[in-house]
């Protein structure tokens, strides 16, 4: 590791145990990890192995290999979006009734809050209603210093490059930044903030050290 990458990593583990102690002020667990490795042995530790796991779509849960790892020690999975491009509809239905539910975020703040936006809402409603135990996993990529640079960086870099990569046809595929278009395929329908831990969900969220997803 060279001059820059150990300065820039002690900079994000810095930025990191800062989110972490604020979103613990606001009830949730959070801990900052080193490592996609060690985020996915966490899970695959903390998961209990007779309960059932729904995925949200995320590509950060993609890099940490946790599908697998899951699937490989016969976990019961639900996973809407196992054939990317499909939606599985009535499997999205059925995330409300697992007992774990994993997603990623799209900005964790410094002050502890978790913004999403989403396009139909079922990777976002599980969140804080229907699974007893949820598991939000965000590289340190995801940090913005508040809900209005979480916005910023949703509407100038995630959403557009996302709905690039999907092929949606929207302004921004087109355009380098959002339109706040009302296209049929538009990507940012819903927007979901956690503020405070949900009542009756049990919110962790594992920052880990590396940048992850987009
Ligand atoms: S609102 Fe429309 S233009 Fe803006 S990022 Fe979303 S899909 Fe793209």
């Known amino acids: 590791m060279n001059a820059y990458e150990k300065a820039r ?20 667990e959070a801990l900052l990890l080193e490592d996609k490795e060690e985020a996915r042995q966490y899970l695959v530790n903390a998961i209990d192995r007779e309960k059932t796991v729904a995925f949200g779509d995320s590509l950060t849960l993609r890099e940490v290999g946790i599908f697998q790892a899951l699937e490989e020690r016969g976990q019961k999975v639900v996973n809407p979006f196992r054939i990317p491009g499909q939606d599985d509809i009535e499997a999205m239905y059925e995330v409300f009734n697992c007992y774990y539910y994993l997603t990623g975020s799209n900005a964790v703040t410094l002050d502890g809050k978790i913004l999403c936006v989403d396009a139909i809402g079922n990777r976002v409603a599980p969140m804080f209603f229907g699974p007893k135990e949820v598991f939000i996993v965000a590289g340190v990529n995801k940090l913005v210093d508040n809900l209005e640079d979480g916005r ?39 927007e979901v903030i956690l503020h405070k831990k949900p009542r009756f969900t049990k919110v962790t969220v594992l920052l880990i050290n590396e940048s992850l997803g987009l």
């Open 152 to 190: 910023r960086r949703i509407k100038e870099f995630a959403a557009p490059v996302n709905a690039r990569r999907l092929g949606k046809g929207t302004p921004c595929t087109t355009l380098p930044k959002c339109a706040d278009c009302s296209h049929e395929t538009r990507i940012c329908n819903v």
């Open 9 to 28: 990593r002690e900079f994000d583990r810095d930025r990191g145990n800062v989110a972490v102690k604020a979103l613990r002020a606001n009830r949730m």
